[in-house]
């Protein structure tokens, strides 16, 4: 059964949004969300569109997933594009996410690159055995906070004021 949930009900964004902030996740999952309202989502929106445009595998929807792009040569390999490195683990473990949730579905995906387009930089994610475990817990926690009535604690970090909910949580 929960099985079942994690696959149809969790997204990448969920997950970036579980190792960033639980509050926001919560809010997020129940339908509260400002990204609409933020002008730092619609630039690094624009950035994802306008950067590898040449893609043909370009926004990828698998599930309740969303890839930004995939490369087939010799193997699979997951591409994100995100603005900033400010966040980093959050791409990380979102990158990761759609590595399992792709190797969930029985297709051989081992790696994932992230792009920072706007600093000219990527990353290569390497993954292993260990990561699903830590994604397996993720999941669980997910499943807690998203069935919780309690909004969790405001986390109060530097990078809360570029954050879309900063007026929900501070104002």
Known sequence: MLDDIIE?????????????CKRKLWLFTKGISFENLSDLVEIGKVISEASFSEEKLKEIDIGNIKIDFLKLKDEIVVHET?????????????????????????????????????????????????????INKFLKEIVEIKRSERVPEVINKPYCKKCAYYEFCFV
């Open 82 to 134: 995100k603005k900033s490195r400010k966040l980093e683990e959050a791409h990380i473990w979102q990158v990761k996410y759609y590595i399992y949730c792709l190797r969930k579905k029985g297709i051989n995906c081992k790696k994932g690159i992230l792009h920072y387009p706007k600093l000219m930089k990527t990353l290569e994610i390497q993954y292993s055995s260990e990561d699903e475990d830590i």
């Open 8 to 20: 149809t009900h969790i997204t990448g964004t969920q997950i970036a949004y579980y190792i960033v």
